[in-house]
């Protein structure tokens, strides 16, 4: 006869989080959309947030992180990941991780360390189908209408507001009193946040076009003539906008299901064909 043996685990304040991307459905503006919800929870005063994305991209990966250290107002000093492609670029031996260099910089800005699990073990992806569930239900977020995914969020920031009223079994304070107390523990934000843009270089086509990630846009240059182009996400826009800079006058494109809220253009003087 084979007996489990489990070990209560406790946690010190401000020290672990756990991160996840997990799957949700909203109808937004009359329409069922599939969306990618970002969560971060406190491993010791319980508390989490929560913040839906239409693409579950590498920019929205690491915008979703600063929205959260700003809402538990300051960092862990650990993150504990699944081994998400938006910051893992190779398994190795063990627990050995090849980094993206774009994750590797912004943590390194945010000074918190990164733990990932070990992969292809059957209780840990058990573990992690649960913990996904456990996110979805604090939240109420496995289905719910919304005018757009700005409403949809409020609604998610609303949830988790709620939840700091709740009591764990064997805590001697609520979620919300926990988190008070945890928030002294942080460290302290950064001054500036990360720059998240993902800067390209794209070609402008015959068609007066250039190609963006997944999208493309049209833009007052000729043929052959090369741009700058930074996009940048946000949560609380479900379309596209486009700022342009100067020298330049871009049209915006694309549609509402695009993962960028607003993209900036900048001609490279470089070309010839400026």
């Known amino acids: 006869m084979v007996r489990e043996t489990c070990v209560p685990q406790s946690y010190t304040w401000g020290v672990e989080a756990q991160v996840d991307w997990y799957e949700a459905y909203a109808d937004l503006a009359g329409e069922r959309v599939k969306l990618q919800v970002f969560g971060m ?3 010791a005063s319980g508390a989490a947030f929560h913040c839906a994305y239409l693409h ?3 920019q929205a990966f690491l915008e979703a992180h600063e929205l959260a250290f700003a809402y538990f107002g300051g960092v862990f000093r650990k993150l504990r990941y699944d081994n ?7 398994i190795l031996r063990g627990s050995r991780r090849e980094e993206t260099a774009r994750f590797v910089a912004f943590r390194s800005h ?4 990164a733990e990932f699990c070990t992969p292809a073990e059957p209780q840990r992806r058990a573990a992690s189908k649960g913990k996904r569930a456990t996110f979805g239900a604090t939240t109420g977020c496995r289905s719910a209408a919304a005018a757009d995914i700005a409403e949809r969020n409020r609604q998610l920031r609303d949830a988790c507001q709620q939840d700091e009223q709740r009591w764990i079994a064997g805590r001697e304070q609520t979620v919300g009193a926990g988190m ?8 302290p934000l950064a001054e500036e946040g990360a ?5 390209s270089f794209p070609t402008v086509n015959g068609l007066g076009c250039v190609k963006v990630l997944t999208n493309t846009y049209s833009v007052p240059l000729p ?8 996009p940048t996400p946000a949560p609380s826009n479900c379309g596209m906008r486009a ?3 100067p020298g330049t006058s871009a049209v915006t494109g694309g549609n509402s299901r695009s993962s960028i809220s607003s993209i900036t253009w900048m001609c490279c003087p470089a070309n010839p064909a400026h």
């Open 41 to 43: 929870r406190s491993m």
């Open 56 to 58: 579950a991209t590498q």
């Open 84 to 90: 998400l492609t938006s910051a893992v670029k190779r």
């Open 110 to 113: 945010w000074r918190y360390e």
């Open 180 to 187: 008070v107390i945890e928030r002294g523990h942080l460290l």
């Open 195 to 199: 720059d998240l843009a993902q800067t």
């Open 223 to 230: 043929a052959g003539a090369q741009v700058q182009a930074r």
């Open 243 to 245: 700022a342009a800079w």
